[in-house]
C-alpha cells in the first residue's frame, strides 16, 4: 500500500486522549513537522496558510486603525533588559542568549528577541522629539524565542511566529483607549474570523504582562475545559518610557515622557482553531480561515469522467471568480470514499460532488463538513448557494463552540469546592477573589489552576472570595491552562 494511501487512519478519539487526539490531528492534516531543535516545528504549506490568512486580515484591521508595519531586529543587548527591572525578571528563565559570534566572544550578550518593548523603546526615544510625532504606531510581524521546558505544537514552542503592536502617545487617555481598541480588535477578529468565542477582561497583577501597568486579554476554551490565551493587549504607562527615556516637547514646549502600549497575537491561534472546533474525524476549519473552502470532487464510471472532470473545472471557475477559495481532487487513483475521509479529516468546509446524473439533471450535491448536511442544488446558483453555507458553517460554528463554553462554565464559592468540581468537570470556574496574592496562588497550589482574568462581563458577582472568604474585590475566572 503507497505512503498516500495510508494516510486516512483512525485518529485517537478525543475523551481517550485529547493531546494524543491534537498531536494525531495536526500530523495527519500535515500542518507542521518536528525540527531537529528541540521545542521547535516547522509550519508545513497547509499550517502556514492557516497563519497566513490571520496575518492577511488582522493586517487589515491594524491599518484601517493607523497603524503602520516596521521590521526591528532580532538581537536585543542585554544592557536593555536591564533598563526594566520587572521586564527583565519576567523574561529572564526563557531567554537564550548569543554569546560568540564570527569566532569570537562578544563584549555584550544579545538576547534573541522574546518580545520588543526594549529594542522598539531604545528607537522611539531617537524618533520622538516633540507632540507633533506622535501618536507614532507601529506594528511588526516577527518571530519570537521563548526557550520553554515544556512545548506543544502551535499552543506553545521554543520559537514561533506573531505580530507585536508598539504604539507612543502624548497622553494617559489616548493609550489607554488605544490599548481597549487593540483588545476589541483581537475579541471581533477571533469571534468572528475563527468562530472561536472569548471571555474578555483584565489579568490579575500577578498574571500581567512583565513592565505592563495594566493588562487585558481575551481567553478562549478547548474542548478539554483547558484555557488558551488567545491574545493580549498592555497599557505600559510611562514604566518603557521612562527606562529608554522617550521624551517629547508638549504644546506648551514642556519634555514629557510619552505613554506606550504593546498588543500581540501569536500563531497559538493555529492551535486554537485545531481544538476548538476539531472532532474525532479530525480538522474542521471555520470558512473565513480556510485556506481551501470548497473541495469539488467528480466521480462516476470511466466513460463519462471526462465530461464530468471538465464540467467541474468550468464550475470552479464560477466559485474562484466569486472570490471563493475552491480546489478540484480530479485524481483517478483515489476513490471517492476516500477522498470523502481525507478532506473531512483535513476540515474543509464543502465538498462538492459531481456525478453524471448530477451532469444530466444540472445539479451539484454539497455536503458541509460540520453537521454533515447535505443539499443538492443547481448549478445555475451553485455560487450564491455555496456562499450561503459559507456563511451558515461560519455561524453555527461559533454558536456550537459558545454553547460548549457556556455549558462549561462553573461558578463556585469556595476552594474546596473548586477543588472537586475541578476533578470532575472540565471548563472554567468562576469564583470570587479579594485581591490577595496569596490567595490566587493557593488556588493555583491546590487545583493546578490559574486565574485567567477579571471579566468584563459576568451573569454573577461574587462577593467573598473562595479561600479565605474575606469580602471579594474581584470575581475572577481560573482554569488550568496551556
Not at 2 to 13: D, R, Y
Not at 43 to 57: A, S, T
Request: with cysteine; hydrophobic share 35%; charged share 30%.
Amino acid at each position: 500500500m503507497s505512503k498516500e494511501k495510508q494516510f486516512v487512519k483512525e485518529i485517537t478519539p478525543q475523551n481517550e486522549d485529547f493531546s494524543r487526539w491534537y498531536i494525531d490531528v495536526i500530523r495527519k492534516a500535515d500542518l507542521m513537522d518536528y525540527a531537529p531543535v528541540k521545542g521547535c516545528i516547522v509550519f508545513k504549506p497547509d499550517g502556514y496558510e492557516l497563519w497566513e490568512l490571520c496575518q492577511r486580515e488582522l493586517d487589515a484591521r491594524f491599518k484601517e486603525t493607523g497603524h503602520r508595519n516596521a521590521y526591528f531586529p532580532l538581537f536585543i543587548p542585554e544592557s536593555f533588559f536591564m533598563k526594566e527591572k520587572e521586564h527583565v525578571e519576567g523574561f529572564n528563565p526563557e531567554l537564550p542568549w548569543v554569546t560568540e559570534a564570527g569566532g569570537e566572544k562578544l563584549e555584550e550578550r544579545l538576547a534573541i528577541r522574546p518580545t520588543s518593548e526594549t529594542i522598539i523603546g531604545h528607537m522611539y526615544s531617537k524618533w520622538i522629539q516633540s507632540y507633533r510625532d506622535l501618536p507614532l504606531m507601529i506594528n511588526q510581524w516577527a518571530n519570537v524565542v521563548r526557550w520553554e521546558k515544556r512545548t506543544l505544537p502551535f499552543l506553545r514552542t521554543s520559537e514561533f511566529l506573531w505580530q507585536e503592536g508598539h504604539t507612543a502617545h502624548e497622553t494617559e487617555d489616548e493609550a489607554r483607549r488605544e490599548t481597549m481598541q487593540m483588545l476589541e480588535i483581537y475579541r471581533n477578529f477571533v469571534e468572528g474570523f475563527l468562530a472561536i468565542p472569548v471571555i474578555v477582561g483584565q489579568k490579575t497583577p500577578s498574571e500581567k504582562f512583565a513592565g505592563a501597568v495594566d493588562t487585558y486579554s481575551i481567553e478562549a476554551m478547548m474542548k478539554d475545559g483547558k484555557a488558551v490565551q488567545a491574545g493580549t493587549s498592555h497599557y505600559l504607562g510611562q514604566n518603557f518610557a521612562k527606562a529608554f527615556d522617550i521624551k517629547y516637547l508638549d504644546r506648551e514646549n514642556q519634555q514629557q515622557h510619552v505613554f506606550t502600549t504593546s498588543w500581540g497575537v501569536s500563531t497559538r491561534l493555529i492551535g486554537a482553531i485545531i481544538m476548538v472546533h476539531g472532532d474525532d474525524r479530525g480538522l474542521a476549519l471555520p470558512p473565513k480561515v480556510a485556506p481551501t473552502q470548497v473541495i469539488m470532487i467528480p466521480i462516476g464510471p470511466a466513460k463519462t469522467r471526462d465530461q464530468v472532470v471538465d464540467r467541474t473545472y468550468e464550475l470552479q471557475k464560477q466559485l474562484k471568480d466569486a472570490g471563493i477559495r475552491v480546489r478540484v481532487d480530479d485524481r483517478p487513483d483515489q476513490s471517492p470514499g476516500w477522498k470523502f475521509n481525507e478532506y473531512e479529516m483535513r476540515g474543509i468546509p464543502i465538498r462538492l460532488e459531481l456525478g453524471p446524473r448530477d451532469l444530466e439533471n444540472g445539479q451539484t450535491v454539497l455536503v458541509a463538513r460540520t453537521g454533515g448536511e447535505k443539499r443538492i442544488v443547481s448549478q445555475e446558483k451553485l455560487v450564491e448557494e455555496v456562499g450561503r453555507m459559507l456563511d451558515e458553517i461560519q455561524q453555527n460554528m461559533f454558536i456550537q463552540a459558545k454553547a460548549f463554553m457556556d455549558s462549561h462554565f462553573y461558578s463556585v464559592d469556595t476552594l474546596d469546592e473548586m477543588k472537586q468540581r475541578i476533578q470532575q468537570e472540565r471548563g472554567f470556574f468562576l469564583a470570587g477573589w479579594c485581591g490577595s496574592e496569596a490567595c490566587e496562588h493557593q488556588v493555583k497550589e491546590e487545583t493546578g489552576a490559574t486565574s485567567r482574568n477579571i471579566p468584563f462581563e459576568v451573569k454573577e458577582h461574587k462577593t467573598k472570595c473562595l479561600v479565605c472568604e474575606e469580602s471579594a474585590k474581584h470575581t475572577v475566572v481560573f482554569a488550568k491552562a496551556y
